[in-house]
């Protein structure tokens, strides 16, 4: 039978079959580790004791508890574009609220949004403005998790943009396990409006091609914060472009290993993980919670989809490495504090505490609050946001009109359900 056939949407439930769990944790127990580089710190890789503490504390996991936790957030597949999409549907009591769709990168997922469902669907329960509240939908990227197998290729961020707009918009039947699709127009989470984010607000965010070299000149020309940002991107490109060539390049090669050894997946994804967490020095489990790291490595070998995470999110032609086409001419400089001579001028930067990278596909006009002038919808050139050449991103809320980073806050388990609430 073509899965792809079917374009309802259909309930979906996690359900990991006993033999894949006994599977990991037989692999589990005896991994097979390398003798310790000299040094043996981050610059390297993974320090093997930080390693070797998780893949125990991987061992033991319960995913079974956090199996039936997951699975109290309503969730849902359909097929569009010729490929499966799994998402997360929670809507809100307000009747106010309109539809948000937020979308993860690499090496993200879903999950990393769950602790947003009650703070957003009921703000009021949290000490916020019934009026903030918003019905969110939260889907997995072509190639990861239970959004797999990929069917085709070439899934740009314009063909992901497009994809999330027609979850958004369009129509479909639904069908309830075991019966058959009913017609029921409309049946989708609608939208109240679509908003295209340009360049400005979102830029190319994997592979890069070597940046320029700067005079000294250019560089003496630029504000601080720019010759800051020229800066960071120098950095990145020595010290942290590794993964970006290799899955850039040979994502089936990087998807084997990491099918195999769930230690190896838990480090590929370790290394990112503790240099896109704020702050810096911290170990990544200490702010993005143990049990958000061993569920979301558990993901990605249950679906066996680190390779073709990889593929979509970094080895598309035309895709996440694209750059937006240039203007035809700069802005006329001016006296305002945001220009210069060389042209705008960014923003003074806000510090966000970067974990998996992941975008919150709201409007960025400063008339979003109006309902009559944002957008909830996902129809952008970055909604598939991914990872390098920008300061690192930073899942975001939206509170009293205003975008706030949650990464770098821990959470607890009070009054939001299964989910933890902000503190």
């Not at 800051?228 to 998807?255: C, H, K, N, W």
């Not at 967490?277 to 911290?282: D, G, L």
């Not at 702010?287 to 070998?301: F, G, K, P």
């Amino acid at each position: 039978m073509d899965i792809t056939a079917d374009t309802s949407i259909r309930p979906f439930l996690v359900d990991i079959p006993q033999a894949s769990l006994d599977d990991l944790r037989s692999r589990l127990r005896v991994p097979r580790y390398q003798p310790p580089l000299p040094g043996d710190d981050w610059d390297t890789g993974i320090p093997s004791a930080y390693l070797r503490e998780l893949v125990d504390a991987w061992r033991d996991f319960d995913w079974g508890g956090y199996q039936a936790r997951l699975n109290e957030v309503p969730q849902y597949t359909t097929v569009i574009d010729g490929q499966v999409i799994h998402f997360a549907h929670v809507t809100s009591a307000e009747p106010g609220a309109v539809p948000l769709l937020v979308t993860h990168g690499w090496p993200g997922s879903f999950l990393e949004f769950l602790h947003l469902i009650g703070p957003m669907t009921d703000p009021a329960r949290y000490g916020g403005d019934p009026g903030d509240a918003v019905h969110l939908v939260i889907p997995s990227l072509p190639g990861f998790g239970f959004s797999t197998p990929l069917s085709s290729a070439g899934w740009t961020t314009a063909r992901i943009a497009a994809t999330w707009a027609e979850l958004m918009t369009g129509s479909a039947t639904t069908a309830s396990p075991g019966t058959a699709a009913t017609s029921a127009p409309l049946s989708r989470p609608r939208s109240a409006g679509s908003h295209r984010s340009g360049s400005s607000a979102c830029t190319s965010t994997a592979p890069l091609a070597s940046p320029p070299t700067w005079t000294t000149n250019a560089l003496a020309a630029m504000t601080p914060v720019e010759r800051d940002r020229v800066a960071r991107v120098e950095a990145f490109m020595r010290d942290e472009y590794g993964y970006i060539a290799i899955q850039s390049t040979r994502p089936g090669l990087v998807g084997i290993a990491l099918a195999d050894s769930p230690a190896a997946q838990l480090a590929w994804m370790l290394d990112k993980l503790k240099a896109w967490t704020y702050p810096p020095a911290a170990l990544p489990d200490s702010v993005l919670t143990r049990e958000w790291i061993l569920a979301n490595a558990s993901l990605y070998w249950f679906t066996a989809s680190g390779g073709s995470a990889a593929y979509v999110g970094y080895a598309q032609a035309g895709g996440w490495a694209a750059r937006p086409p240039a203007p035809a001419s700069r802005p006329p400089p001016s006296s305002s504090p945001t220009t210069s001579a060389s042209g705008p001028r960014p923003p003074t930067p806000t510090r966000l505490s970067a974990g998996p990278t992941s975008t919150t596909a709201a409007a960025t006009s400063p008339r979003w609050r109006s309902r009559s002038s944002w957008s909830t919808t996902s129809a952008s050139s970055c909604a598939a946001s991914g990872t390098a050449g920008r300061s690192p991103n930073a899942t975001a809320r939206h509170h009293r009109g205003y975008i706030t980073p949650i990464y770098g806050r821990k959470y607890t388990q009070s009054g939001s359900g299964p989910w933890g609430r902000l503190r």
